[in-house]
């Protein structure tokens, strides 16, 4: 079981907008920066959000990320057929004193 | 360029322990800490633990604490992350990341598979 929490699976169409949830708690997320990676089949993760909401050169602008509280979300948004894969919060832990990381919400762009 | 290259697959008995190996290149290995991380087939990521290569310092998951060790050699650039006792349930990928002004992760080897079984 993670430590951070993500549904498992989200969806939408081509030039649709999904926002994908990522839950924690005070020693996590409301402390510390969260990072998003996506992951495609066989490959190693990437970053695509860091800090909460800062975007790593070469990252389109329709990747965003917030936080609130002690929950994270990533939005895309004009949908491609490219994005589709694995997407993974992470944040450092205060109480673990490490890093955690959420379960993985896999995205299928219809 | 920086790159980080990992040692290639290892099959072990349950009990056994693996070492794997992550060289650094385009960078001097002792100005940024390095990460492990691990996910098994259809799962998700997990972090083992990471290492100051300059110190020497190293910190790992509770859940690994007494069986992972992880140790470099800055001589060829290499750290290295050693899991013992081996159990069926840590056969997965295993990968290691570091820095690159973004975040702790910004760039990963390719990863190891590693194996358990009898």
């Known amino acids: 079981q993670s430590v951070l929490i993500q549904p498992p699976s989200t969806s939408g169409a081509p030039g649709q907008t999904v926002k994908m949830f990522c839950y924690g708690d005070t020693s996590n997320i409301e402390r510390n920066y969260v990072y998003w990676f996506q992951q495609l089949p066989g490959t190693a993760p990437k970053i695509i959000i860091y800090?909460?909401?800062e975007r790593p050169s070469g990252v389109p602008d329709r990747f965003s990320g917030s936080t609130s509280g002690t929950s994270a979300s990533l939005a895309i948004s004009g949908l491609r057929s490219e994005d589709e894969a694995d997407y993974y919060c992470a944040a450092w832990d205060d109480s673990l004193s490490g890093w955690v990381f959420g379960g993985g919400t896999r995205l299928t762009v219809l | 360029q920086v790159q980080l290259v990992q040692s290639g697959a290892e099959v072990k008995k349950p009990g056994a322990s693996v070492k794997v190996s992550c060289k650094a290149s385009?960078?001097?290995?002792?100005?940024?800490?390095i990460n492990w991380v691990r996910q098994a087939t259809g799962r998700g990521l997990e972090w083992v633990g990471w290492?100051?290569?300059?110190?020497?310092?190293?910190g790992y998951a509770e859940k690994f604490q007494g069986r992972v060790m992880v140790t470099r050699n800055t001589s060829t650039s290499t750290v290295y992350m050693e899991l013992s006792r081996l159990r069926s349930d840590d056969t997965a990928v295993y990968y290691c990341a570091t820095p690159g002004g973004d975040s702790d992760f910004d760039y990963w080897g390719q990863g190891t598979l590693v194996t358990v079984s009898s």
């Open positions: 800090k909460n909401d």
């Open positions: 385009g960078y001097s290995l002792t100005n940024y800490d």
């Open positions: 290492m100051n290569p300059n110190s020497g310092n190293t």
